[in-house]
């Protein structure tokens, strides 16, 4: 396989109608989750102004906060997405590559 892969899970249990299962959750809680993962560009804030165009909700916008330049998009689950800029602009024909996760791990 050629890039990089991204494994989703299934929460067995989740498509149970009766509203019971307790082991699920967003993952952005304090001390709760895997983390998060990031998305690469050639400029965060012209992708910024396209996705929220598409009614993307953000966590932090990039200009908002200390870190300048760098934003969180929520996904339809409520993780967050990192959108951050690509090292050299121009090489990759993607509007968007998978760059990085983050993961917690608790000792």
């Not at 989750?33 to 396209?50: L, M, R, W």
Request: proline content about 3%.
């Amino acid at each position: 396989m050629e890039g990089v892969a991204l494994e989703l899970t299934h929460n067995h249990g989740t498509e149970n109608p009766d509203g019971d299962f307790k082991g699920y959750h967003a993952g952005n809680e304090e001390r709760d989750g895997f983390g998060h993962v990031a998305v690469s560009c050639d400029d965060v804030y012209a992708a910024c102004e396209t996705l929220e165009k598409e009614m993307v909700l953000f966590k932090k916008k990039p200009d908002e906060g200390r870190m300048k330049g760098l934003a969180f998009a929520y996904d339809p689950d409520k993780y967050w997405v990192e959108v951050v800029r690509r090292r050299t602009g121009g090489k990759i024909s993607n509007k968007f590559n998978f760059s990085q996760t983050m993961l917690r791990v608790k000792d």
